[in-house]
């Protein structure tokens, strides 16, 4: 991938560092974000065409499938808070070839079943934050691929940026700049 021209440019996912500093006290801003995301995703795909949300720009994801993948990588933050909660030193690893999503075939799915599913398990997972005491929010593991620690805030952060990721890769497809859209 080439690097960002300036600072409007895509930045795969893959690609992305982070430097988790955020203070405790933005835990409920955090949930706030990550519980919203089904809404801002039904939003914007109201009134969308099925054949926009199908279409493939190339071998990247459509519409349908950035949501699919979406939906795909709860049980993965499940497992991760699972991480957390018993204290594990490393968290889970995610299927970096994202297998799941490519399997799947959301394309053929009625989006209303993704976006249904996408929201039941986000709100069981948003729940469970809701639950966490202070000393949960800063209790640390190592992600697998970034090879650093995170504290579970810094986990709410890494999801809420991966949402938006693949909210605003969806806008870009919507108007036909897809720039890149896996990963």
Same mark, same amino acid.
């Given at each position: 991938?080439?690097?960002?021209?300036?600072?409007?440019?895509?930045?795969?996912? *893959?690609?992305?560092?982070?430097? $988790? @500093?955020?203070?405790?006290?933005? $835990?409920?801003?955090?949930?706030?974000?990550?519980?919203?995301?089904?809404?801002?995703?039904?939003?914007?795909?109201?009134?969308?065409?099925? #054949?926009?949300?199908?279409?493939?720009?190339? @071998?990247?994801?459509?519409?349908?499938?950035?949501?699919?993948?979406? $939906?795909? =990588?709860?049980? =993965?933050?499940?497992?991760?808070?699972?991480?957390?909660?018993?204290?594990?030193?490393?968290?889970?690893?995610?299927? =970096?070839?994202?297998?799941?999503?490519? @399997?799947?075939?959301?394309?053929?799915?009625?989006?209303? @079943?993704? =976006?249904?599913?996408?929201?039941?398990?986000?709100?069981?997972? &948003?729940?469970? %934050?809701?639950?966490?005491?202070?000393?949960?929010? &800063?209790?640390?593991?190592?992600?697998?691929?970034?090879?650093?620690?995170?504290?579970?805030?810094? *986990?709410?952060?890494?999801?809420?940026?991966?949402?938006?990721?693949?909210? #605003?890769?969806?806008?870009? %497809?919507?108007?036909?700049?897809?720039?890149?859209?896996?990963?």
């Amino acid at each position: 991938m080439r690097p960002p021209n300036d600072s409007t440019d895509r930045v795969r996912w *893959f690609s992305r560092t982070f430097t $988790f @500093d955020i203070e405790p006290w933005a $835990f409920p801003n955090l949930i706030e974000r990550v519980r919203g995301t089904p809404a801002r995703l039904e939003e914007r795909l109201r009134g969308v065409s099925p #054949a926009a949300l199908v279409a493939r720009p190339g @071998d990247s994801w459509s519409v349908q499938e950035n949501a699919g993948h979406l $939906f795909d =990588l709860e049980p =993965l933050w499940a497992t991760r808070l699972d991480d957390f909660e018993r204290g594990t030193e490393r968290l889970s690893a995610a299927d =970096l070839q994202n297998r799941k999503t490519h @399997d799947a075939n959301h394309n053929a799915a009625p989006i209303s @079943d993704i =976006l249904a599913g996408f929201r039941r398990i986000r709100m069981e997972i &948003v729940a469970r %934050l809701e639950a966490y005491d202070q000393t949960m929010i &800063v209790r640390t593991a190592l992600h697998p691929r970034l090879e650093q620690p995170m504290r579970l805030i810094d *986990f709410v952060l890494f999801v809420a940026e991966h949402d938006d990721h693949h909210l #605003a890769t969806i806008t870009a %497809l919507l108007r036909g700049a897809a720039g890149s859209t896996r990963g």
